[in-house]
């Protein structure tokens, strides 16, 4: 479960000014432990995958699905929690999205990149989740509104 709360982090990603970006991205947990995987965004479509098969894909396109890396026709929409919901109202805010968010026992924060407009690294910390998100080799390039259909999964590798 605490990997669903990382993808919907990643909204927060319309603080950048591109309009479509392509990241790797590396999620580490307060454990010492490690996820990675490619997240694309374009004009407020979003699809954040896992490398790992045992894991999922979240596509957000008017909803929030989940996708099973190791069968990919498994689809079930993303429940919503208290962190969401406050993702959601810090996404609402946007373009003017601060540094630092708290509510009750959610602690978000956000560090800009120094090389690109995009952000670097994003932090949540709550009862339920410890981790940063570090975004690496991000580019901004055009990705066809294909790689964001739930129900027809196109690989991106």
Known sequence: MKYVYTFILIFILNSSYASSIKCEFEEVYQDGSIQSGHMLFNNGLLRYEYNDKQLFTIIYNDDYFVIRNDNNKVVNKLKNDEILNELKS???????????????????AIQDSQTIDFIKRVSIKSQKVNLSIYFINCNFENIPKVFFQPFALKEIR
């Open 90 to 108: 810090i996404i609402k805010n946007y373009p003017e999205i601060k540094n630092t968010y708290s509510r009750d026992d959610i602690k978000i």
